[in-house]
């Protein structure tokens, strides 16, 4: 599968890893060029990860991604609020079928909830959940 | 009506004060500990120190009680969180809120946002109005952002000048509203109105065939 994932930062690296050794096609956008470090360096820019240094909540740095063939995309910087508007965009706008978001707050999961986005933390990554998750849709 | 904003910078800070003036009871909402203290300092205690984005401090705002919910911080996704939350967890009656990105006006509108200012397109067609003789004026987005109020200034050798209403095939949807010709005096549109050099012309426009209509009204002989 082609998953975006928006935030290099430990959670966003963590499934960039994890994904990748399942199989699925990487494209992580942070907008800070030094954010690639917790990246696995082998796979970078290498055809299964490509990294993008743009704001990941703009439709055009979504575009440059790949978004209109991507089939998870995936809001994991380390703002909730954030992460919730990328992924209001990516399913509203740009019809993703499985869009997911980082959220720290649980008072905003019933939010998310509601607006049919999956809402993933640390102990989602944990679990095991997401990458079932997954797993079963492919 | 009691208020919650969030944001009580540039924007929320004079709004506050203007909604008192009106009679309304209002609550601010800063992370800023020194833009509270001095809203607290100019309008007494009505500013606390919270995340915009944290439904505890919604709830401690008294986002439960509130009519409506006005999101003015600098942050685009922190308005829209603002918002939604108040909306999902305290069912707040009216969420409205500035989206500085034009691309997130839309969205916003998408998400629910019952009314998105557009700080863009504010500035724009305020500096479009200080331009002496600009043809084409957005003065303001209608309802769902489908459709948007525009001024057009007619040139003196257009090949409108001299025609009728009637005479003129406007793009579908499109209704004129007022004339306005260049002393100043008002005509009240209807199909015999004589469209003279240099008027004004205020419609309502379909946003995706302002481009035709401006065409049509400014095309020249």
Same mark, same amino acid.
């Given at each position: 599968?082609?998953?975006?994932?928006?935030?290099?930062?430990?959670?966003?690296?963590? =499934? #960039?890893?994890?994904?990748?050794?399942?199989?699925? *096609?990487?494209?992580?956008?942070?907008?800070?060029?030094?954010?690639?470090?917790?990246?696995?360096?082998?796979?970078?820019?290498?055809?299964?990860?490509?990294? &993008?240094?743009?704001?990941?909540?703009?439709?055009?740095?979504? &575009?440059?991604?790949?978004?209109?063939?991507?089939?998870?995309?995936?809001?994991?910087?380390?703002?909730?609020?954030?992460?919730?508007?990328?992924?209001?965009?990516?399913?509203?706008?740009? *019809? @993703?079928?499985? @869009?997911?978001? #980082?959220?720290?707050?649980?008072?905003?999961?019933?939010?998310?909830?509601?607006?049919?986005?999956?809402?993933?933390?640390?102990?989602? =990554?944990?679990?095991?959940?997401?990458?079932? =998750?997954?797993?079963?849709?492919? | 009506?009691?208020?919650?904003?969030?944001?009580?910078?540039?924007?929320?800070?004079?709004?506050? %004060? %203007?909604?008192?003036?009106?009679?309304?009871?209002?609550?601010?909402?800063?992370?800023?500990?020194?833009?509270? $203290?001095?809203?607290?300092?100019?309008?007494?205690?009505?500013?606390?120190?919270?995340?915009? !984005?944290?439904?505890?401090?919604?709830?401690?705002?008294?986002?439960?009680?509130?009519?409506?919910?006005?999101?003015?911080?600098?942050?685009?996704?922190?308005?829209?969180?603002?918002?939604?939350?108040?909306?999902?967890?305290?069912?707040?009656?009216?969420?409205?809120?500035?989206?500085?990105?034009?691309?997130?006006?839309?969205?916003?509108?998408?998400?629910?946002?019952?009314?998105?200012?557009?700080?863009?397109?504010?500035?724009?067609?305020?500096?479009?109005?200080?331009?002496? $003789?600009?043809?084409?004026?957005?003065?303001?987005?209608?309802?769902?952002?489908?459709?948007?109020?525009?001024?057009?200034?007619?040139?003196?050798?257009?090949?409108?000048?001299?025609?009728?209403?009637?005479?003129?095939?406007?793009?579908?949807?499109?209704?004129?509203?007022?004339?306005?010709?260049?002393?100043?005096?008002?005509?009240?549109?209807?199909?015999?109105?004589?469209?003279?050099?240099?008027?004004?012309?205020?419609?309502?426009?379909?946003?995706? %065939?302002?481009?035709?209509?401006?065409?049509?009204? !400014?095309?020249?002989?």
């Amino acid at each position: 599968m082609n998953v975006i994932i928006v935030g290099a930062g430990n959670l966003g690296s963590a =499934l #960039a890893r994890k994904l990748s050794d399942l199989g699925h *096609r990487i494209t992580v956008i942070d907008k800070n060029p030094k954010a690639v470090s917790l990246l696995p360096r082998g796979r970078v820019n290498s055809g299964v990860m490509t990294v &993008i240094h743009r704001d990941g909540s703009t439709g055009e740095a979504m &575009i440059e991604a790949g978004i209109a063939n991507a089939d998870v995309f995936i809001a994991a910087t380390g703002k909730d609020s954030l992460n919730g508007l990328a992924a209001q965009r990516a399913k509203t706008i740009f *019809r @993703v079928e499985e @869009v997911m978001t #980082a959220v720290k707050d649980e008072g905003a999961r019933t939010l998310y909830d509601s607006l049919g986005i999956t809402t993933i933390n640390k102990a989602s =990554l944990a679990s095991d959940q997401l990458v079932n =998750l997954l797993a079963e849709e492919k | 009506m009691y208020l919650v904003i969030v944001g009580g910078g540039k924007v929320g800070a004079p709004l506050a %004060s %203007s909604l008192i003036n009106e009679g309304h009871e209002v609550f601010v909402l800063d992370h800023d500990p020194e833009t509270v $203290a001095s809203l607290q300092r100019e309008l007494g205690m009505i500013a606390t120190v919270g995340e915009a !984005t944290s439904v505890r401090a919604l709830q401690e705002a008294g986002a439960s009680r509130a009519g409506a919910i006005i999101a003015t911080t600098d942050s685009d996704e922190d308005n829209l969180a603002a918002c939604q939350l108040a909306r999902t967890n305290f069912d707040i009656p009216r969420t409205i809120s500035i989206a500085h990105s034009p691309e997130n006006a839309e969205l916003f509108d998408i998400a629910g946002v019952d009314l998105v200012v557009s700080a863009t397109d504010l500035v724009l067609s305020n500096l479009a109005t200080g331009l002496p $003789a600009h043809p084409l004026i957005r003065l303001m987005p209608i309802a769902d952002r489908s459709q948007e109020l525009v001024a057009i200034k007619l040139p003196a050798a257009g090949t409108v000048i001299g025609r009728t209403l009637s005479e003129l095939t406007l793009p579908y949807g499109t209704k004129i509203i007022l004339m306005v010709t260049s002393e100043g005096q008002s005509k009240t549109p209807d199909a015999d109105t004589l469209v003279e050099e240099e008027d004004q012309i205020i419609a309502l426009s379909p946003k995706n %065939s302002t481009s035709e209509l401006w065409e049509l009204l !400014t095309e020249l002989r």
